[in-house]
């Protein structure tokens, strides 16, 4: 890492296509290819650099490179389809397949789902899991405590996942084993007193044509000085 660049040093196109084409990549993984262990230890050196509530530094990260446990991991991650009541929960919170016809989240659910399902398949098979977690788990139904607890892991998670691309890796971001979670943290020996946030596979890519992904309209996500306020 280069700390005594300044902002001037900076070459904001390079930095905008990382953040812009850095995607969840879960068909495009080389299964072949090694991953330098040396090369995970550099990311995650980096994106402990983010943000940390009361910089108590408390997220860890479990890396798993045994064949044999990332075959035990992938077993748990497809056991089971997810709970009826989280999906019910999820969808309660606007997070759903189900949009409307000509949406741009839409246009990919089938592609989402495939690739999806492909990953699952070939999960045991991709050269190293990575499982980021953050000492101590949440009780109270508390929006400031919630916030302060998963922002405390989230920005490091996602940080991992750009640190890598920008070193020509890919990964994706899944949850799904956390549909077994207690049966994950004992294969791993993970205290009951820490939780499991994300699950992420990286890998080489094959190919590196990733480009910025469909979204909806900018002007449809920016409320000016009021709620549902738009610019003109």
């Known amino acids: 890492m280069r700390a005594e660049m300044t902002f001037a040093d900076l070459d904001c196109d390079s930095v905008d296509y990382v ?45 798993v490179t045994d064949p044999q446990k990332r075959r035990e991991l992938a077993a748990l991650y497809t056991e089971r389809p997810a709970d009826s009541r989280n999906l019910k929960a999820l969808e309660q919170l606007g997070i759903t397949t189900s949009y409307p016809e000509g949406d741009p989240r839409q246009l990919r659910k089938g592609q989402v789902m495939d690739s999806a399902l492909h990953l699952g398949v070939h999960l045991g098979d991709v050269p190293v899991l990575i499982i980021a977690c953050i000492q101590g788990r949440l009780e109270a139904n508390n929006n400031f405590v919630n916030s302060s607890f998963y922002g405390s892991i989230l920005p ?25 979670e207690s049966k994950v943290a004992e294969l791993f020996h993970i205290p009951s007193n820490v939780t499991q946030v994300a699950l992420l596979p990286v890998a080489f890519p094959l190919g590196n044509d990733f480009r910025p992904a469909m979204r909806l309209p900018v002007r449809d996500v920016i409320y000016r000085d009021r709620w549902g306020a738009k610019s003109e």
Do not use: K, Y
């Not at 953040?19 to 090694?34: I, K, S």
């Not at 550099?42 to 943000?51: D, K, L, R, S």
């Not at 490091?156 to 949850?175: D, I, K, P, V």
């Open 156 to 180: 490091a998670a996602w940080s991992l996942m750009l640190a890598l691309r920008s070193r020509g890796l890919a990964s994706a971001w899944t949850t799904v084993h956390l549909e077994n």
């Open 19 to 63: 953040l812009t084409t850095t995607r969840n990549v879960r068909r495009r993984l080389d299964l072949t290819r090694d991953v330098p262990i040396e090369l995970i230890e550099e990311c995650i050196e980096i994106a402990v650099q983010a943000p940390t509530g009361c910089n108590a530094q408390t997220w860890r990260f479990l890396v």
